[in-house]
């Protein structure tokens, strides 16, 4: 290389210097590397795989797909094929991916021991728990929260093999499993709102936390097409305009448990009108409706205007396939009464068979299990009330699937009986108010991660079968408690005819006539059959409960899913959807109208105390004619004293402030009419 | 103001305010969907820095709960889930300083470049309806949840701005299809793409599509009498409708004077003047 060729190379070299993209691209990676720390989690760089469940934390069933990647589940999408889910993914859906690896969970099995509790392995564990259930003999009893589960079904065999007691928590299914007992019908209540054109929702929050809550959202949507007319009216009656009343067309103002006295009403109007029904009993219901339930006694005792009850009343005569859903306006508490009453009016619209059917429980395939009304058949609220106060003994008190120390009514006093209780045995997944109180944690898998069944929720519109697998490995060193306990079952010497929870389940597809193959791949299994058995409508007159408390206030709890449900709390991606109307920084928010606030000479903004039958918590007050007047509306799901930093000490607990009566005939406790007193804190 | 690109897709959403029932599942999906981290006792942290929540909270959707004000029997409530407009005339993208946001791509969707982006926060200054989030903190993924992570979108550090973007990820996983099954990935069928909120709300008050291709539903959706944009006045020309057959929620879209009536039909109206 010469002088002139070189110069004409440097010349080369920085005009390309000017022009090559290096300097420029060393710039921004500067740029992208000094954001691009070491610390940040990188993002798997793998294909995604779908596969189908069908959700057990969600209370609706809805089936989803799991999004997996790298034997992970990263997220939850939508399944248009599965009948509960209809291809949306409900906040509780979500969490069974969002929960997997919680703060909260349960990593291993666990013991109490005086210096707080000690890993232990699954051996030891159920050799202990073997151990407790031999000496406990007659005195054991169990609680599991399951309502759709074959795993019940395990439990119930085991625990009456040891002469014990099984007990279902409370909630709607119990509640239709009471009401059709009362009125000699077995099975589990259907409804058929795909095809109805007058849905009127009594109390029940059909849209969000009541029944198959994700397919009815899904239904009214199709009903209500956006930018065209409705295909079908909904109303809403109940205190307040929660997640259902707000898109209905119609919110009609009721008192909390208002529901039984409204139907019974809108019947009274509709066989003074001439309408009868062709059914066992109907004399005597006739007779004692026409006794009570005129329009004026009725507004005095529910706050729903005569007016307004004979327009509804002409609307559901007229409309061509009406359907009246009732229940607790927070999925429990309600008793059998608001069952019975609206299928008392249901049957009297003539849509008894057409909007509301009777479908087949689920088949029992475990010997000693008892059918599915026996196992509902006993109110666990009085049981515990029994344990806390030393009345009732359980030697061993074992817990699936529920948390009764947080989500019931008289919470103190249920937290009591698991304390009081000689040995405690919880199953749950996390670290909740009961799990803490156990003696010892055998922690259940979750969904995504172990066999599982899912048959019928409340208020389905036809039979359906789900059965899941295990999609992703155990995050932690947990176990299918349907499976321990046929393994704890065989120590002590009880053949429960299995050998695994997965031969159950293909047990009970085969009575149900399903296909195993495709049942093991996702895809749900649904059956027409409905029982044409008439029901007695003797029973559903009866007078409704009295309140409960002395209070000057009818409280209205409220549940929204994305808060929690009273098993699981709020889910950690679910924590930014909660409201300032909920919560003010760790403070529970409660609700009333201005009306209301003037009454009760409180203010909004302020920190009040709630006095209720149960116990009392403090709130503050935010003012909203979301809630009718004489009403305070306060959402349960907060206050939790166990779990995990999204919801541990984050409000405080609303269950605390109910107390349950007893409706002896009946034999549910009720606890949807309490009142409470307000004052400034 | 300088011109945007005139799109042949512009990718819409059409709200149906009339049939959100506030829950938040959407809120649900996004954060997952888009490994936004899950935050720890949010609300009191936030608050207790002195905040508004609005500014701190890291979401790309927010619930608002609008009110007609009436007391009693005539009072009426609405919930409107507000994503990033993706706006026609994006404010955001004019004020950039390291052009880390834009609007270049067929579809109309605002990019956000997470890398590009120092933090200088104009973007956030200049949007009208607070979609932009910016990160104070460094994300904590608690113990574990990282493995939870999808590989759709890298994960955001401390000092930078972040905001909804239609799920982006999800208009590429559809194109892609597209190629492999033989179609055209300019031409998708109507529900090919469609982001984690529209997917998952149940009541599906959510509608997603091409606004402009007469195939797909938010077509029609998009020229409803009761249809509106927010703020629309301001000339932003967003990419995002909304519906309601309620006047009250109409009018509550845009800042009217108390003489005047809701705008009928947000289609074409004001989008010039602003
Ligand atoms: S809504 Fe805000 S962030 Fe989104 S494009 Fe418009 S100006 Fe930009
Ligand atoms: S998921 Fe649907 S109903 Fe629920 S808040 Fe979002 S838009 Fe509204």
């Not at chain 2, 609008?66 to 409107?80: C, E, P, V």
Request: net charge neutral; hydrophobic share 40%; charged share 20%.
């Amino acid at each position: 290389m010469n002088r002139r060729t070189f110069l004409t190379f440097s010349a080369g070299a920085t005009a390309g210097l000017m022009i090559t993209p290096i300097p420029w691209k060393l710039t921004d990676d500067a740029s992208i590397w000094t954001q691009n720390w070491q610390w940040n989690p990188k993002v798997p760089k793998r294909a995604i795989y779908f596969a189908e469940m069908a959700s057990k934390l969600d209370p609706s069933g809805s089936g989803v797909k799991v999004a997996v990647v790298n034997g992970n589940a990263v997220g939850v999408a939508g399944n248009v094929d599965h009948p509960l889910g209809k291809g949306a993914v409900s906040t509780m859906a979500a969490a069974e991916v969002g929960l997997l690896h919680s703060p909260a969970r349960v990593r291993q099995p666990m013991l109490k021991t005086a210096t707080g509790f000690k890993a232990i392995s699954w051996d030891e564990a159920e050799t202990i728990l073997t151990g407790k259930l031999s000496e406990a003999r007659g005195e054991v009893a169990m609680v599991s929260g399951d309502d759709t589960g074959s795993a019940n079904e395990i439990f119930a065999a085991l625990v009456n093999g040891l002469d014990g007691s099984f007990y279902m928590m409370p909630g709607e299914t119990q509640s239709a499993h009471k009401a059709l007992e009362m009125m000699g019908g077995e099975g589990r209540i259907a409804y058929d709102i795909e095809n109805a054109d007058y849905v009127l929702f009594l109390g029940a929050d059909a849209l969000e936390s009541s029944g198959t809550s994700t397919r009815n959202a899904r239904v009214f949507s199709e009903t209500h097409p956006t930018g065209k007319a409705a295909s079908a009216k909904y109303v809403y009656a109940g205190p307040v305009m929660n997640n259902t009343a707000v898109v209905c067309d119609q919110w009609i103002q009721a008192k909390p448990g208002a529901a039984a006295t409204v139907a019974l009403g809108l019947s009274r109007i509709l066989m003074d009108n001439g309408a009868v029904a062709n059914a066992k009993g109907f004399a005597s219901f006739k007779q004692n409706v026409a006794q009570g339930y005129a329009p004026a006694h009725v507004e005095r005792e529910t706050g729903v205007r005569a007016d307004v009850l004979k327009k509804i009343a002409r609307e559901l005569a007229a409309a061509k396939r009406p359907l009246v859903i009732a229940g607790s306006e927070f999925g429990q508490g309600a008793g059998a009464r608001a069952l019975m009453a609206s299928l008392g009016l249901n049957v009297l619209l003539g849509q008894m068979g057409q909007s509301v059917k009777i479908i087949p429980g689920a088949p029992a395939v475990v010997q000693g299990a008892g059918s599915e009304s026996e196992r509902y058949a006993a109110d666990v609220i009085p049981f515990l009330k029994g344990v806390a106060e030393g009345r009732d003994g359980a030697k061993v008190l074992m817990v699936y699937d529920a948390n009764p120390a947080y989500g019931l009514p008289q919470t103190q006093a249920m937290a009591k009986a698991m304390d009081k209780a000689a040995y405690t045995v919880s199953f749950s997944s996390f670290m909740d108010e009961t799990a803490e109180r156990a003696n010892l944690i055998m922690p259940n898998s979750m969904t995504a991660e172990r066999y599982d069944d899912l048959y019928t929720p409340h208020g389905a519109g036809t039979a359906t079968y789900s059965v899941n697998k295990p999609l992703v490995k155990s995050a932690f060193d947990t176990r299918t408690t349907a499976d321990v306990m046929l393994s704890v079952a065989s120590r002590l010497g009880m053949d429960l005819g299995y050998a695994s929870f997965k031969d159950v389940l293909q047990a009970k597809a085969t009575r149900l006539g399903a296909s195993w193959s495709s049942l093991r791949q996702g895809k749900a299994w649904t059956s027409a059959s409905a029982s044409s058995a008439q029901l007695n409508l003797a029973p559903c007159a009866a007078p409704a409960v009295r309140a409960i408390g002395e209070g000057t206030l009818a409280l209205a709890p409220v549940v929204k899913h994305n808060i929690g449900t009273s098993k699981v709390a709020m889910p950690p991606h679910s924590a930014g959807s909660i409201r300032d109307t909920e919560l003010s920084g760790v403070q529970t928010v409660v609700q009333m109208n201005a009306k209301t606030a003037r009454m009760s000479g409180v203010k909004a903004g302020e920190t009040v105390k709630l006095m209720g039958p149960g116990g009392e918590m403090t709130a503050q007050v935010y003012v909203s004619e979301k809630v009718m007047t004489g009403v305070v509306a306060a959402p349960l799901g907060f206050g939790h004293t166990a779990w995990d930093g999204f919801s541990k000490g984050v409000g405080e607990n609303a269950f605390k402030l109910l107390a349950a009566a007893d409706d002896p005939e009946t034999g549910l406790s009720v606890w949807s009419t309490n009142r409470v007193t307000i004052a400034t804190a | 103001m300088a011109g945007f690109k005139e799109f042949n897709i512009r990718w819409s959403m059409v709200v149906d305010i009339d049939k959100c029932t506030g829950c938040g599942a959407c809120m649900t999906a996004c954060n997952k969907e888009n490994n936004i981290a899950p935050q720890e006792e949010a609300k009191a942290r936030l608050e207790s820095k002195g905040f508004p929540t609005r500014f701190k909270k890291i979401e790309w959707l927010t619930i608002y709960e609008l009110s007609n004000g009436k007391q009693g029997g005539d009072h009426d409530t609405a919930f409107l889930p507000r994503p990033c407009m993706q706006c026609g005339m994006p404010s955001c993208v004019s004020v950039c300083p390291a052009i880390a946001t834009d609007k270049n791509e067929e579809g109309g969707i605002v990019s956000q470049i997470y890398p590009r982006c120092f933090g200088c926060r104009y973007c956030m200054a200049s949007c009208p309806y607070h979609a932009r989030v910016f990160n104070w903190d460094q994300p904590i993924f608690p113990e574990g949840m990282e493995k939870q992570l999808t590989p759709n979108v890298s994960v955001r550090s401390r000092g930078v701005v972040e905001k909804c973007n239609f799920c982006h990820h999800r208009l590429m996983y559809a194109k892609d299809a597209a190629r492999v099954a033989g179609e055209d990935p300019e031409k998708l069928a109507d529900g090919a793409y469609m982001p984690a909120c529209a997917e998952a709300c149940p009541t599906g008050a959510i509608s997603f599509g091409d606004v402009k291709n007469p195939e797909h539903e938010v077509h029609e959706l998009a020229k409803s009498p009761y249809a509106f944009r927010l703020l629309e006045r301001l000339g932003t020309d967003p990419q995002v409708y909304y519906i309601s057959k309620r006047e009250w929620v109409r009018k509550q879209g845009d800042n009217y004077l108390e003489s005047e009536g809701a705008a009928a039909h947000g289609g074409n109206g004001g989008g010039q003047h602003g």
